[in-house]
């Protein structure tokens, strides 16, 4: 009877739980998305164009393609942050320090970016640190005319800054193995030619039998862009201040030669000189001169002259 009793009572005090106000009215939910590194919105977006005709299939031409890509990227993807990984190489300012590609360097940006060609950086072929350009937070633009460059972005849009790092160290490593490799068969050729066998055993110890790299993917470095939005468009009072340097140069000699009191000096000799007869005996010599030469080209030649067309 004691069980019987208290069953009822624990489902009287069930009953008697009130419920907060409002309870039972319609709600109202509001879902914000993940942010950062968990955000799915839409960052990256790549916009790629092609066209082809007959002559083109017929003769196997590349066809004519043109891509354009906007990306984004976040505070977290270039910067050490709570539970997220840490980047290995940061810099002073808490940035890490991961390059942009080739076509972001400067020597395959043009002039008016910013861009420094292979002729004004002493013919070397890769960035110094100081000129490397690296990832910034904020909106990047990228453009193309190549459809071996589009391939390699499609791939790129899967990795993260650093998984691209890589992924670019790797085909430049083996685009130097494959011309290390194009080198060898040339000097293997030019070897058999003269008939200098040792050197030719030497010179194939790294690449005997049938090891054969695999051919790297072309470098379309050159015929892609990468730059920051808005672009980093050069200062304009550099290439001013290029142009007048040579007028600050003169005025500034001019301005010690005033300090010193030469053109005060020079001065007095020109007014000295002004009122002697000197001037008027140089005008007088010129004019004299300039006369014997006109009487003397009208006149009849010398007979040194005739001697002288003769031989």
Request: glycine share 6%; net charge positive; charged share 25%.
């Amino acid at each position: 009877m004691s069980t019987g009793q208290a069953q009822p009572a624990q489902q009287q005090q069930q009953q008697q739980v009130r419920k907060p106000p409002f309870a039972n009215w319609p709600t109202i939910k509001i879902l914000m998305p993940p942010q950062g590194r968990f955000s799915k919105k839409t960052d990256e977006w790549c916009f790629t164009y092609c066209s082809q005709n007959v002559n083109g299939r017929i003769y196997g031409k590349e066809p004519s393609c043109r891509s354009i890509c906007i990306r984004k990227v976040f505070p977290h993807e270039v910067r050490n942050v709570v539970a997220f990984k840490s980047h290995r190489d940061v810099g002073p300012d808490g940035k890490a320090k991961y390059p942009l590609p080739a076509e972001g360097q400067p020597l395959n940006l043009p002039r008016y970016l910013g861009g420094k060609p292979l002729e004004d950086s002493d013919e070397q072929p890769k960035p110094s640190n100081e000129a490397r350009k690296y990832w910034q937070e904020g909106w990047y633009f990228w453009t193309s005319n190549s459809r071996w460059a589009v391939h390699d972005k499609t791939d790129t849009m899967i990795m993260d800054l650093e998984q691209q790092q890589q992924f670019a160290t790797y085909q430049e490593q083996r685009r130097e193995v494959w011309q290390d490799y194009q080198d060898h068969l040339q000097q293997t050729a030019g070897t058999n030619a003269t008939g200098n066998q040792a050197e030719s055993e030497a010179g194939s110890s790294k690449w005997w039998g049938p090891i054969v790299p695999l051919r790297p993917p072309p470098d379309v470095s050159s015929q892609s862009l990468l730059v920051p939005l808005p672009p980093e468009f050069p200062p304009f009072w550099d290439r001013i201040n290029k142009l007048l340097s040579p007028s600050r140069q003169v005025l500034g000699i001019l301005q010690e030669s005033v300090r010193s009191g030469e053109q005060q000096k020079f001065a007095q000799r020109v007014w000295e000189k002004a009122w002697s007869n000197e001037p008027f005996l140089l005008a007088s010599r010129t004019f004299s001169r300039a006369y014997e030469r006109w009487k003397d080209k009208d006149g009849p030649p010398d007979e040194e002259d005739g001697k002288r067309g003769s031989t």
